[in-house]
């Protein structure tokens, strides 16, 4: 489910314990080899590890965000209790920016998911901060695609005219080199776009 950014020779997994909670394991020789770290207090849909460091851990999926500091071994909940929480984005030069996507609804911290803001009230699957500015944000999901300038703080819908704002926006990246955005579809393929979503291919 996450690559330690830091060290791709770790690795981590999870499995269902129980109706509600997951076993988190982890491999440090990339996959040959594996251990149980813990019980994680939530049936969990995704996994991410801070990119500045590595002990510090976000985990969600039904029921809550939860969140790791000392390498997956002990959980805490930081927010969302009794939603479906899809997915963060971490902001990699400052990760204690963080964006969450709850069910319904896109939220924002500023201090390592100790507090959060909504900043949208659509449905969001992906976010992606570009890396050569980090207040160009965009964002995508069932609502369509949308952009914004300010770090997230408004939005703007993106994609118009394109079979971006039919199909459900599964997943969105951006080329670190050529500044390239892509938005993988749901149907409808992956689309391209170099002027910083304003047109598509």
């Known amino acids: 489910r996450a690559i330690d950014p830091r060290d791709g020779q770790v690795l981590y997994v999870d499995g269902p314990a129980g109706p509600t909670t997951s076993t988190l394991h982890r491999s440090t020789d990339g996959?040959?080899?594996?251990?149980?770290?813990?019980t994680m207090p939530v049936s969990t849909?995704?996994?991410a590890v801070d990119p500045s460091d590595s002990r510090i851990l976000y985990a969600g999926g039904i029921r809550?965000?939860?969140k790791s500091v000392d390498g997956g071994v002990t959980w805490r909940t930081i927010g969302?209790?009794?939603d479906f929480v899809y997915g963060v984005t971490i902001d990699e030069q400052?990760?204690?920016?963080i964006f969450a996507m709850p069910s319904v609804g896109l939220y924002k911290s500023t201090d390592g998911g100790g507090s959060w803001t909504r900043v949208g009230a659509f449905a969001i699957r992906?976010?992606?901060i570009d890396p050569g500015n980090r207040n160009l944000v965009y964002a995508g999901g069932p609502s369509g695609l949308f952009k914004s300038i300010d770090g997230g703080l408004t939005w703007t819908?993106?994609?118009e005219g394109t079979l971006v704002t039919i199909a459900?926006?599964?997943t969105l990246a951006i080329g670190k080199d050529t500044g390239r955005l892509y938005a993988g579809t749901g149907g409808a393929g992956i689309w391209f776009s170099d002027d910083q979503a304003e047109t598509w291919e």
């Open 126 to 128: 992906s976010v992606v």
């Open 80 to 82: 969302f209790s009794g």
């Open 168 to 170: 459900e926006v599964m």
């Open 31 to 38: 996959g040959d080899t594996w251990a149980v770290l813990s």
């Open 64 to 66: 809550s965000l939860i």
């Open 94 to 97: 400052n990760p204690n920016v």
């Open 45 to 47: 849909y995704f996994i």
């Open 157 to 159: 819908p993106r994609g």
